[in-house]
């Protein structure tokens, strides 16, 4: 009576909004499932927050399926006693705006205590927000569906009822949202003050004019730019919790000034009537006309565009959870999955690496030049023989000959070698047994020669016996 024809079926707009928010939350929820967390960077303040927020969108596809009946009789509209979808739907919503809230607030108290404390919060933490966080939700809906109740206030999703609205859900809403919000705010002037100190504090302060800072000075440099790179990096790490946090906060406060200032201005009272008198004087000479009526009724309610733009704002925070929580790594994650298991090749056992080498049997082989080992028959590669079989193993067809210019090579290499040390090697010195990578030359003393009983080990030499000059 008081809005346009055609209102209901604008407001289905925000069931399928949410169905769509609905769609991409479900993304966001089975990638941080799936996925590994190198992909994700999942937390379970995310995916619990994500999981409030599908509840909500999931109470506004439920009517889209049942498509229920609003009404019981001509003038009363059905409530959860009367009506299965509408007991589901309120249920829905009251413990996803709970569970959202309350969630909002352990991310805002997380993110104020490793700025502000430098507390980082661990397995304590964990459990308690993880128990207070489910708890209080659904102490939440069973004391708001049994002291207050759900009925289909405006549009096919049904809403709290006036009657201690504002004892049992409202106000214990407004109040978690309400210190959230100042825990961002004192979050975010921290940051403020740091990043004002840091720029303040960019050049050491002297009590004199020498030009040494003094000790104060350089102390109050040093922690400036220390607290500013820690906030940084923080800040840097946490940017996309902390703005979720503030948008969904200015949802929930929106949603609920809108709410409750449309339950007080329907409450029947002397002023409503004083107001209501030439509205209903307008139907009664219009003969039911409610569209010559409209102007009338301006001051009894809120805009239509009010109220659908209420509606529309529960479902969009999936898509703030896309943009702020979601990550492009995701997408690669989602990608390098089918990759590795719907895509991963039949044959397991061969090495890929093998491919991209030459077909030259020379790089699968280790060379001889002196004795030739019998090799392996690698003709085939599902034919491998092992040591363990009876027959002794063949040589293979494709086992190189060694190569005549490369056994010259080492030779030659060698022989030089020994001429040298031959060269170096007095006569009544003996052969040396090792070869030791030490500044000394070959041959003057054997191992056996070390006198152990030294701090440090020195070779101890025979009557008349040469040293090199190169030793030191």
Not at 111 to 129: A, D, M, R, S
Not at 175 to 188: D, M, N, S
Not at 318 to 338: A, E, K, Q
Not at 396 to 421: C, H, I, L, V
Request: proline residues 6%; charged residues 15%; contains cysteine.
């Amino acid at each position: 009576w008081m809005y346009q024809d055609g209102f209901e079926q604008r407001t289905e707009i925000s069931n399928w909004v949410n169905v769509a928010a609905m769609f991409v939350t479900l993304f966001v929820l089975i990638s941080y499932i799936v996925l590994p967390v190198k992909w994700t960077s999942r937390h379970y303040l995310s995916i619990c927050l994500a999981v409030g927020v599908f509840c909500i969108e999931l109470a506004f596809l439920i009517p889209l399926a049942s498509q229920p009946d609003q009404c019981i009789n001509q003038i009363t509209p059905n409530d959860m006693r009367s009506d299965l979808t509408c007991a589901f739907s309120g249920a829905l919503l009251i413990f996803g705006g709970w569970a959202v809230v309350i969630w909002v607030f352990w991310r805002a108290l997380a993110l104020h205590l490793q700025i502000c404390w430098e507390v980082n919060p661990g397995n304590k933490f964990f459990w308690i927000t993880l128990v207070v966080g489910w708890l209080i939700p659904a102490i939440g809906v069973t004391l708001t569906l049994s002291l207050t109740g759900v009925s289909y206030r405006f549009g096919n999703v049904c809403h709290i009822n006036h009657h201690h609205g504002l004892e049992d859900f409202w106000g214990p809403l407004l109040a978690f949202a309400t210190l959230g919000l100042v825990l961002q705010f004192i979050t975010i002037g921290y940051c403020v003050n740091v990043y004002v100190r840091s720029l303040l504090d960019d050049k050491p302060t002297t009590e004199n004019s020498s030009s040494i800072p003094t000790y104060t000075g350089s102390v109050n440099t040093v922690s400036a730019r220390q607290a500013y790179k820690r906030v940084k990096k923080v800040v840097q790490l946490q940017w996309r919790g902390a703005t979720i946090v503030l948008l969904i906060i200015a949802e929930v406060v929106f949603f609920s000034i809108v709410f409750v200032s449309m339950d007080n201005s329907s409450q029947l009272n002397t002023d409503l009537n004083a107001r209501a008198t030439p509205w209903v004087t307008c139907l009664v000479l219009t003969g039911g006309k409610k569209d010559q009526c409209l102007p009338q009724a301006q001051d009894l309610v809120k805009p239509e565009g009010v109220v659908i733009a209420v509606l529309i704002c529960l479902g969009i925070s999936g898509f703030w959870l896309l943009i702020f929580l979601g990550r492009w790594s995701m997408v690669l994650g989602w990608r390098d999955l089918v990759r590795t298991k719907l895509l991963k090749h039949r044959h397991e056992f061969v090495s890929a690496d093998a491919r991209r080498f030459s077909n030259d049997p020379r790089t699968y082989e280790m060379l001889d030049s002196a004795k030739s080992t019998p090799a392996l028959n690698i003709s085939s590669p599902d034919r491998v023989l092992s040591p363990g079989q009876a027959h002794p193993l063949r040589s293979s067809p494709m086992t190189p000959e060694p190569d005549a210019k490369q056994q010259d090579y080492f030779a030659r290499k060698n022989s030089g070698r020994a001429a040298t040390a031959n060269n170096n090697i007095t006569p009544t010195s003996p052969a040396p047994a090792f070869n030791f990578t030490s500044p000394t030359s070959p041959g003057m003393f054997t191992p056996q020669d070390w006198d152990h009983r030294a701090t440090q080990a020195r070779p101890t030499y025979a009557p008349g016996t040469a040293v090199s000059k190169d030793y030191t």
